[in-house]
């Protein structure tokens, strides 16, 4: 019997067991013949010959073919016919390193202590982890994917995350997703809503910063941009010293170059600032009484209030309007800065809601003038509200125009 093996392109090599008479003297023990088409290795005419030349094939690469074929004859069966083998070997290979494959994974799979566990076990251990491995621990395998994508494991821990953040604006208020019912899941609302993850995704955009977002908010115009900045966060005893510093002392941030006068019976002045950038723009600071009438004990923000006009109709609500100095100032102005005191909630009360509404009343179809809320503590050590608290209590979801907490 004899076995064809496709070995090179240019010749055959056959394997077996040569009868012919001429090859007696190197095959009589039925040792294996190297034979290709045109000639015999054991012709003795042609052994000086080839005694010379290199052998075509070493004898370690015909003993591996021995035992491939072995192998394959053990697997397939053995015929009394000649069999040509076109591919078989590579065949029988590729199917033994798949089964081999394959058992493999059914062992892992076996031996995976958490792959059995139940579903809601698989979500507790998931719910101890952050945004950033949840993300990567999808890519592990299907089954891990499925898990960490459950929508109830994101919706909790947005709420547990999303008082840790310490930026909120208007197309990153989680609850803005909800309202509308958005087809977007709750993953997908926590990495474009939060603010670690979109700094880690835009590590080139500008830092968190009073000056940056300022930069942001600056209208990109040929004139010098009007800020109007206004709010209880200017006369809390707490916070107005912050104010001040960032205001008036030196810092490497924004630069004082000049005064400007008010346009205004006695309201619109303020000073010009410079950028790192170049960029220029005016501050005016908006407060509800001189500092000599705030001291007085027996006055009262709203009542004494030189910004606007608390009034109640017959049927007992209240109307706030502005003063006609103020309103016609606030007509000038391209951008607001509302400053509160972020210590407690009990900071932020109706009066200072009125306050606010009445400022972006008077500019109110002018949706692209935008609102930033600063939200003061007088310290690091000081507890600050988070910023969905504010956004909550200020009602700035109900806004028309872009805005920052």
């Given at each position: 019997?004899?076995?064809?093996?496709?070995?090179?392109?240019?010749?055959?090599?056959?394997?077996?067991?040569?009868?012919?008479?001429?090859?007696?003297?190197?095959?009589?023990?039925?040792?294996?013949?190297?034979?290709?088409?045109?000639?015999?290795?054991?012709?003795?005419?042609?052994?000086?010959?080839?005694?010379?030349?290199?052998?075509?094939?070493?004898?370690?690469?015909?003993?591996?073919?021995?035992?491939?074929?072995?192998?394959?004859?053990?697997?397939?069966?053995?015929?009394?016919?000649?069999?040509?083998?076109?591919?078989?070997?590579?065949?029988?290979?590729?199917?033994?390193?798949?089964?081999?494959?394959?058992?493999?994974?059914?062992?892992?799979?076996?031996?995976?202590?958490?792959?059995?566990?139940?579903?809601?076990?698989?979500?507790?251990?998931?719910?101890?982890?952050?945004?950033?491995?949840?993300?990567?621990?999808?890519?592990?395998?299907?089954?891990?994917?499925?898990?960490?994508?459950?929508?109830?494991?994101?919706?909790?821990?947005?709420?547990?995350?999303?008082?840790?953040?310490?930026?909120?604006?208007?197309?990153?208020?989680?609850?803005?997703?909800?309202?509308?019912?958005?087809?977007?899941?709750?993953?997908?609302?926590?990495?474009?809503?939060?603010?670690?993850?979109?700094?880690?995704?835009?590590?080139?955009?500008?830092?968190?910063?009073?000056?940056?977002?300022?930069?942001?908010?600056?209208?990109?115009?040929?004139?010098?941009?009007?800020?109007?900045?206004?709010?209880?966060?200017?006369?809390?005893?707490?916070?107005?010293?912050?104010?001040?510093?960032?205001?008036?002392?030196?810092?490497?941030?924004?630069?004082?170059?000049?005064?400007?006068?008010?346009?205004?019976?006695?309201?619109?002045?303020?000073?010009?600032?410079?950028?790192?950038?170049?960029?220029?723009?005016?501050?005016?600071?908006?407060?509800?009484?001189?500092?000599?009438?705030?001291?007085?004990?027996?006055?009262?923000?709203?009542?004494?209030?030189?910004?606007?006009?608390?009034?109640?109709?017959?049927?007992?609500?209240?109307?706030v309007k502005l003063k006609p100095a103020v309103r016609d100032?606030?007509?000038?102005?391209?951008?607001?800065?509302?400053?509160?005191?972020?210590?407690?909630?009990?900071?932020?009360?109706?009066?200072?809601?009125?306050?606010?509404?009445?400022?972006?009343?008077?500019?109110?179809?002018?949706?692209?003038?935008?609102?930033?809320?600063?939200?003061?503590?007088?310290?690091?050590?000081?507890?600050?509200?988070?910023?969905?608290?504010?956004?909550?209590?200020?009602?700035?979801?109900?806004?028309?125009?872009?805005?920052?907490?």
């Amino acid at each position: 019997m004899m076995e064809i093996i496709p070995f090179d392109i240019s010749s055959t090599i056959y394997l077996g067991q040569c009868n012919t008479n001429s090859h007696n003297s190197c095959c009589s023990n039925g040792e294996i013949c190297l034979q290709t088409r045109n000639s015999c290795t054991c012709d003795s005419s042609r052994e000086e010959k080839i005694s010379q030349e290199t052998p075509i094939v070493d004898q370690t690469v015909i003993y591996a073919f021995k035992n491939l074929v072995r192998k394959y004859k053990k697997q397939m069966g053995d015929t009394n016919d000649i069999s040509i083998i076109t591919g078989g070997l590579q065949q029988y290979l590729n199917k033994k390193a798949l089964k081999k494959t394959d058992k493999t994974e059914d062992i892992h799979q076996q031996d995976s202590i958490f792959h059995n566990l139940p579903l809601d076990c698989k979500l507790h251990i998931f719910s101890y982890l952050g945004p950033e491995d949840l993300s990567r621990i999808s890519a592990v395998c299907r089954d891990w994917y499925f898990v960490s994508e459950d929508s109830i494991l994101w919706k909790e821990l947005m709420d547990r995350d999303v008082k840790k953040w310490n930026v909120i604006g208007h197309k990153t208020n989680p609850a803005l997703y909800q309202e509308v019912q958005s087809d977007w899941s709750n993953k997908e609302i926590y990495l474009r809503c939060s603010p670690h993850i979109n700094k880690l995704m835009h590590k080139n955009d500008a830092v968190f910063s009073f000056t940056d977002f300022l930069k942001s908010f600056l209208p990109k115009k040929s004139w010098t941009p009007k800020i109007a900045m206004f709010g209880p966060g200017l006369e809390s005893d707490l916070t107005s010293g912050l104010v001040r510093k960032i205001l008036y002392d030196k810092n490497e941030h924004m630069e004082r170059t000049g005064l400007v006068s008010g346009q205004f019976e006695g309201v619109g002045s303020g000073w010009c600032y410079k950028l790192p950038n170049g960029q220029t723009f005016q501050l005016s600071v908006l407060y509800s009484a001189s500092k000599q009438q705030r001291t007085q004990k027996l006055w009262n923000r709203v009542e004494g209030n030189n910004l606007i006009q608390v009034n109640k109709d017959e049927k007992g609500e209240t109307t706030v309007k502005l003063k006609p100095a103020v309103r016609d100032f606030c007509r000038t102005v391209d951008a607001f800065v509302f400053v509160v005191d972020g210590t407690s909630l009990d900071n932020l009360k109706a009066n200072e809601i009125y306050e606010l509404s009445a400022m972006l009343k008077e500019r109110w179809s002018d949706t692209h003038i935008p609102l930033l809320v600063m939200s003061c503590i007088p310290n690091s050590l000081s507890l600050r509200l988070p910023c969905i608290n504010v956004v909550e209590a200020l009602h700035l979801g109900n806004l028309n125009r872009p805005y920052k907490c």
